[in-house]
């Protein structure tokens, strides 16, 4: 099984899982993306950049973690944008869209902690597992990741 994951899932590593106490969190996930299981798109690590801490450097600095951008990807990316248009709001769910078009073209789950949004939602309100639907692509919470991959620490 393959994963794409959201940047909030790496966001929630640093703010609740700080790897001088939660190592083997870390040294799960950095091994889950040796074996290429595990990745996040360029529009992640644009997000985690943003953010202004050790977090880009180690996302960086891990082989085969950012996955590039493929011209596919880019087509979903559109057609996501197309039908719901007022979802991406400047840097606002701006990687979201990506997420899905790469889990989709990979065929991974995409590992998120944002939970769906009830029917007749308008799009500026929309979280992943909605758009994810549409493309059948699944969406797991971190817990589900990690329990899927069988980790225990």
Request: aromatic share 10%.
């Amino acid at each position: 099984m393959t994963y794409t994951l959201d940047s909030n899932i790496l966001i929630g590593l640093v703010q609740r899982y700080p790897r001088d106490i939660f190592p083997g969190i870390w040294d799960s996930i950095e091994e889950s993306v040796a074996r290429g299981e595990s990745c996040i798109c360029e529009a992640v690590h644009r997000e985690v950049y943003r953010i202004g801490d050790d977090l880009h450097k180690w996302a960086k600095d891990l082989p085969g973690f950012i996955c590039s951008t493929d011209s596919e990807e880019l087509a979903t990316v559109r057609a996501i944008g197309q039908a719901h248009p007022g979802w991406v709001q400047g840097q606002v769910n701006e990687a979201d869209p990506f997420v899905i078009a790469h889990a989709k073209f990979e065929g991974s789950d995409v590992v998120s902690e944002e939970n769906r949004k009830g029917p007749g939602v308008i799009d500026k309100n929309l979280k992943i597992p909605n758009v994810a639907d549409e493309h059948q692509v699944r969406v797991l919470k971190f817990f589900d990741y990690v329990r899927t991959e069988g980790w225990s620490f």
